[in-house]
């Protein structure tokens, strides 16, 4: 047997070896490549998910930062506003703390001097709130040596059509120290603003019944009577007048003044029925909820009556808000949420011989049927937002064509410049205020003139055409130039595209001055619905949902057109019963005069 030395590179035990060792050493690598593949891809997966982690971070990040500016920021959309202290009613009411103070520190002085002039007294008394006859001139010469206080502008409290109680305060004695009598040569007047509460009172109705004393002797002689004598005569007395509710206590005035305390002051019934118990009447929510109920359904007419000219109108707005329903299901309530649409006139709508009104439209959902049935067979131009439930209107066999809302443009812009997110929004801002200071002079010309006057639409269209489009043919070239450096994702990308796609739009109302520049006007009309769920919360039906847009469509609507909405209400609650069918518009808003 031979031996082989373990350098002998021919032995076949060696290269064996060295064939398994390059064979292990090459699978190592295989393996070492295969796990920083394997790392590579896990890492890249694990950046790509931070990053969307990262962009879903901001995102929420955005909504917080616009979520607190809404519950704590300025509701102002100026470019440049003043903000006022957090504290102001406080530091006024400190304020008038520290006055009254000073006014009773200086009369307790007045009080103890015994050589106190009448002057001095009414130097003192003149801090208050004081409205001096005319015939009475002021005493300058001890104020000639006092350095002049600026004076501050006074607001009228106490308007002059209120019922005036005077009380006249005589002195002790009139008796000079002479021995002499004191004669009157002058008097101050100082106004108070009082009040009486809801002051309530029994309207007792007398039907006196009035008798034939001559038939009345035939019927106890038992003499024949005249059959051809209607025998109604013998008995006389006035009819009940028809009312709203049928045997129901409460009068129109009162009717009216809990529906305007619902709807309009946003007062639920339960809260109105405490604040009626302190005056020592007690009404129970539930009667109440059956007279507004009952009330509601009487005055549906009028509003199916206001949708069908409000149909007649060439221009109208449109907006809706939502509003939480509550639904019962196997005895549980929930929650859903509905809608209620408005639609009016524009704020000008005088100018083409129009009429101020809205008809708000209670629904269960937002979608695009509810505004379709609204406005069927409607033609003309809607003004509204960019929510795609109007879109189906603006077709060929609608014949509605849509103007856009520079203010929910611009708002966009304006959330991106206070969340500091864009640093060309400002450059857009200015832009859109220069178009609002056009309408701003066009305003001063009518409206606040110091002759108002209604609008012109040719002068309209001449002042927009001068001063408005050349404005806004730069913000479309700022809009056009910034698109194509931004990228697809950026948020001022999705507020320039909303401009760019829906100019069309937004610009119409430059060659119609019957158009406005925004739908703002829409947006105002919503704010009583707003206020109102903040105190009901929600409404209790579908039903319920739209009694309480029947009468909002006629408070507001009377609001618009400058009535007194309790004079309106309870006057056609009261004639309402006995009015004709075929007089019904004497009724509206626009048409009403009271009787």
């Known amino acids: 047997m031979t031996d082989h030395s373990p350098t002998d590179l021919t032995n076949p035990s060696y290269a064996e070896l060295l064939a398994k060792i390059a064979l292990l050493e090459q699978q190592q690598k295989q393996q070492q490549d295969a796990y920083q593949q394997r790392l590579r891809e896990q890492q890249q997966q694990y950046e790509k998910q931070l990053k969307a982690y990262q962009v879903q971070i901001e995102h929420l990040i955005e909504k917080q930062k616009l979520l607190i500016h809404q519950l704590f920021g300025q509701k102002n959309e100026a470019l440049t506003p003043k903000q006022d202290h957090l504290g102001k009613e406080s530091a006024l009411e400190d304020l008038s703390a520290l006055e009254q103070i000073k006014d009773n520190a200086q009369a307790e002085l007045d009080n103890d001097s015994h050589t106190a002039s009448t002057n001095e007294l009414v130097n003192t008394d003149s801090q208050m ?41 005589e002195p002790e004695s009139i008796t000079c120290g002479c021995g002499c009598q004191m004669k009157q040569i002058g008097e101050d007047v100082q106004d108070k603003l009082g009040l009486i509460p809801a002051c309530f009172y029994r309207e007792r109705h007398i039907y006196p019944k009035y008798a ?48 305007i305390s619902k709807f309009a002051d946003h007062q639920p019934l339960y809260r109105q029925s405490l604040i009626y118990g302190r005056s020592g009447v007690h009404l129970s929510d539930s009667t109440m909820a059956d007279w507004v109920g009952r009330c509601g359904v009487a005055l549906e007419p009028l509003v199916k009556r206001l949708h069908e000219l409000l149909l007649t109108q060439p221009i109208l707005h449109a907006d809706e808000t939502p509003v939480n329903i509550l639904k019962f299901n196997n005895n549980k309530g929930k929650l859903k949420q509905g809608y209620v649409w408005a639609y009016l006139t524009p704020q000008h709508c005088q100018s083409y011989g129009g009429f101020k009104a809205v008809v708000y439209d209670f629904a269960e959902s937002r979608r695009n049927e509810h505004p379709k049935a609204f406005l069927d067979k409607w033609q003309g131009q809607l003004i509204c937002d960019d929510y795609n439930g109007y879109k189906c209107l603006f077709n060929q066999k609608q014949a509605v064509i849509e103007v856009g809302c520079m203010a929910h443009a611009r708002r966009k812009f304006h959330e991106l410049h206070i969340k500091g997110q864009s640093l060309v929004a400002h450059e857009a801002l200015a832009l859109f205020q220069k178009l609002y200071a ?69 610009t119409r109302y430059l060659e119609d001055g019957s158009l406005p520049i925004d739908n703002n006007w829409a947006e105002n009309q919503m704010r009583p619905w707003a206020l109102g769920r903040k105190n009901w919360l929600f409404a209790g039906s579908l039903k319920s949902g739209q009694r309480a847009a029947v009468i909002m469509s006629l408070i507001q609507s009377a609001r618009l057109n400058g009535l007194d909405v309790y004079a309106y209400l309870s006057d056609v609650l009261k004639r309402l019963p006995t009015h004709k069918d075929k007089d019904i518009d004497e009724l509206l808003p626009h048409v009403w005069k009271m009787q």
Do not use: M
């Open 129 to 169: 709130l004081i409205t001096q006859s005319e015939s009475k001139q002021t005493d300058t010469n001890s104020d000639d040596n006092k350095p002049a206080k600026p004076k501050r502008e006074r607001r009228i409290v106490i308007p002059d059509n209120l019922e005036v109680r005077t009380i006249i305060h």
């Open 438 to 506: 056009v309408e701003c002079q066009i305003d001063a010309l009518f409206e606040k003139n110091e002759t108002p006057s209604p609008r012109v639409a040719t002068t309209v269209v001449a002042i927009r055409q001068q001063h408005a489009k050349p404005i806004a043919k730069a913000l479309y070239r700022w809009l056009q130039e910034k698109r194509l450096g931004t990228t697809k994702n950026a948020s001022i990308t999705k507020a320039i595209e909303y401009c760019l796609k829906r100019w069309q739009a937004l």
């Open 212 to 259: 034939c004393q001559h038939c009345q002797r035939q019927s106890f002689s038992k003499q024949p009577i005249d059959d051809t004598q209607n025998q109604n005569h013998r008995l006389i007395q006035a009819k009940v007048p028809a009312g709203v509710i049928v045997k129901s206590i409460a009068t129109a005035e009162l009717l009216a003044h809990i529906i």
